[in-house]
């Protein structure tokens, strides 16, 4: 029996071991500025392909290179390593894992690979509608979490990069998707906690998928298309005649990621609903806390940027600041005002029929619309007004309290009144930090 310390030089971790690679033809890598890499990168998570613990045993100096091509996905396996330890139970089969996870036509010969990359790259173009575009100037992409969708640019500048999002509705029956999304949802596993594969079996499932669009230096007029991310969609019917659409899977790869990729796929996903005749609302199946600040700072900026709904809601005065902070008024020292109860139909507390009608109107489900309100009016309220202070906490621990009902009929009256209070402080000052990000 092996000692720990030898077990341990024969046990690689697999987060470390599979390396990632998003391979482009040479004339597009020949496009790409120094600062973007697209290949060596690592998955979050592998436990659902090597095992709870992520390891990889019976192998020394191991590396799994899966590589990519940037647009169609086809796949290149090849595992290396220094040493073996002869085969045995013990021993991972590492390459008999993972193809259990992928399709069977991935490539184990390099040269053949590249070759397909090549091909792919002038022929692969995306499937289903277009839904949504935006540009981005290759010579100043910056990273953060609040990177704005920017202005359209010149199209003839070489150094545009177009981004565009495809929907893909007639799903499985999308001629060459369904090999095109056996290739894709890989990512699924590596990037989303608790992620698995969806049923085939099913033919509702939608798509929209996030493309970069790039021109090459070398033929300004050949554009090639690479891979940025993708979520499901799921409609589930809505009395009478229409569906809730819910977000289920929802990633940006990580060369991507931090550039404002996730808030224009969001943007594409919530206006096609808004387009939609025959969709009520955009829902979102169990949301990550990263994808729920997302999901909060977008919607808020579009609310913000409402003119019609900021000046209802909080005042004639109100005006909007191209989606910044609104004001109301002016003071004589040319101070803007915060407001103060009953200025508008946010209150607080905010007119019930007014709001629903607004939320059926922007399509938006009812506890997330409801939250964004309390953090509209939190940001616009007069801290030095008692009673819209009292209204405002009424407001929100009635909503609280509806939606933890259960949970605090267990407590007894004086348990139930500290945990609404906690839950209700706790709630408030994690809408400050995401006002802090949006305004």
Request: some cysteine; overall charge neutral; glycine content about 6%.
């Given at each position: ?114 070759e397909r990359v090549e091909h792919d790259a002038l022929n692969f173009k995306p499937f289903g509608q277009k839904i949504y575009s935006y540009t981005r100037a290759a010579t100043t992409l910056t990273k953060g979490k609040n990177v704005a969708i920017p202005q359209v640019l010149s199209p003839e500048d070489q ?77 589930f019917y809505c009395f009478p005649e229409r569906v809730r659409l819910r977000i289920s899977q929802f990633l940006i790869l990580p060369p991507y990621q931090q550039d404002g990729h996730g808030s224009a796929l969001y943007t594409a996903i919530y206006q096609h609903v808004l387009a939609s005749p025959s969709i ?160």
């Amino acid at each position: 029996m092996a000692t720990p310390t030898a077990a341990t030089q024969w046990t690689a971790d697999a987060n470390e071991a599979l390396s990632l690679s998003l391979v482009r033809a040479p004339e597009d890598k020949a496009s790409l500025w120094a600062r973007e890499v697209y290949e060596g990168f690592h998955p979050t998570f592998t436990y659902p392909i090597f095992g709870e613990e992520e390891k990889i045993y019976g192998y020394k100096d191991l590396s799994i290179d899966l590589k990519f091509a940037s647009g169609s996905l086809a796949q290149y396996l090849n595992v290396r390593y220094s040493e073996k330890l002869p085969s045995s139970s013990t021993v991972d089969d590492i390459e008999g894992t993972l193809s259990k996870f992928i399709p069977p036509d991935y490539y184990t010969d390099e040269q053949k690979f590249q070759e397909r990359v090549e091909h792919d790259a002038l022929n692969f173009k995306p499937f289903g509608q277009k839904i949504y575009s935006y540009t981005r100037a290759a010579t100043t992409l910056t990273k953060g979490k609040n990177v704005a969708i920017p202005q359209v640019l010149s199209p003839e500048d070489q150094e545009t990069v177009d981004f565009e999002v495809y929907h893909v509705s007639s799903t499985w029956h999308t001629p060459g998707f369904r090999e095109f999304h056996r290739r894709m949802q890989l990512f699924v596993l590596l990037y989303i906690e608790g992620g698995s594969y969806i049923s085939e079996t099913e033919d509702t499932w939608e798509f929209a998928v996030l493309y970069e669009k790039r021109k090459r230096r070398s033929s300004p007029d050949v554009a090639t298309y690479h891979f940025v991310g993708y979520s499901t969609l799921y409609p589930f019917y809505c009395f009478p005649e229409r569906v809730r659409l819910r977000i289920s899977q929802f990633l940006i790869l990580p060369p991507y990621q931090q550039d404002g990729h996730g808030s224009a796929l969001y943007t594409a996903i919530y206006q096609h609903v808004l387009a939609s005749p025959s969709i009520a609302e955009l829902t979102v199946e169990d949301p990550a806390e990263a994808f729920e600040d997302l999901r909060d700072r977008n919607d808020l900026k579009m609310l913000i940027a409402n003119d019609k709904f900021m000046r209802e809601g909080f005042g004639p005065e109100a005006m909007s600041n191209n989606g910044g902070k609104v004001a109301h008024g002016r003071t004589k020292r040319g101070k803007g005002r915060t407001m103060r109860a009953g200025a508008g139909k946010m209150g607080p507390p905010a007119e019930r029929a007014w709001l629903e009608k607004w939320r059926l109107e922007l399509k938006i489900a009812g506890r997330q619309f409801n939250r964004l309100v309390e953090m509209l009016i939190l940001k616009h309220m007069d801290p030095s007004d008692e009673r819209a202070q009292r209204a405002y906490r009424l407001q929100v621990k009635e909503r609280l309290y509806r939606f933890n009902y259960e949970i605090l009929m267990q407590l007894d009256k004086q348990e139930r009144q500290q945990k609404l209070e906690e839950t209700f402080q706790g709630v408030v000052a994690d809408y400050r930090r995401i006002l802090g990000h949006v305004l």
